[in-house]
Nanobody, 121 residues
């Protein structure tokens, strides 16, 4: 089975920075893409940023210029560097990965458990 484990969430003041990490583990043949999503209670989960295995990135307009997604394919890990944080960035951040398990010939989407990010003075 495949697991995604996030880390790095916490409480920061407006204008501060935080780096999230997500490591995929288990019986993995390959990972096509990884990404970060966030959700506020009562609202829909929204895409924050994604990165493909060949390094192509995509960002939500609300975080462009402030957040940077990167990955280490050797370690099956994705990172989200968050700078100039705003109170509206407060949410539970979820890691996502499009994974081909070793037991299958097609990709399966996996989600992490989520990590809380709170931006408040």
């Amino acid at each position: 089975q495949v697991q995604l484990v996030e880390s790095g969430g916490g409480l920061v003041q407006p204008g501060g920075s935080l780096r999230l990490s997500c490591a995929a583990s288990g019986s993995i043949f390959s990972i096509s893409a990884m990404g970060w999503y966030r959700q506020v209670p009562g609202k829909q989960r929204e895409l924050v940023a994604t990165i493909t295995s060949d390094g192509n990135t995509n960002y939500a307009d609300s975080v462009k210029g402030r957040f940077t997604i990167s990955s280490d394919n050797t370690k099956n890990t994705v990172y989200l560097q968050m700078n100039s944080l705003k109170p509206e960035d407060t949410a539970i951040y979820y890691c996502n990965a499009q994974v081909r398990p070793t037991s299958l010939t097609f990709n399966v989407v996996y989600w992490g458990q989520g990590t809380q990010v709170t931006v408040s003075s």
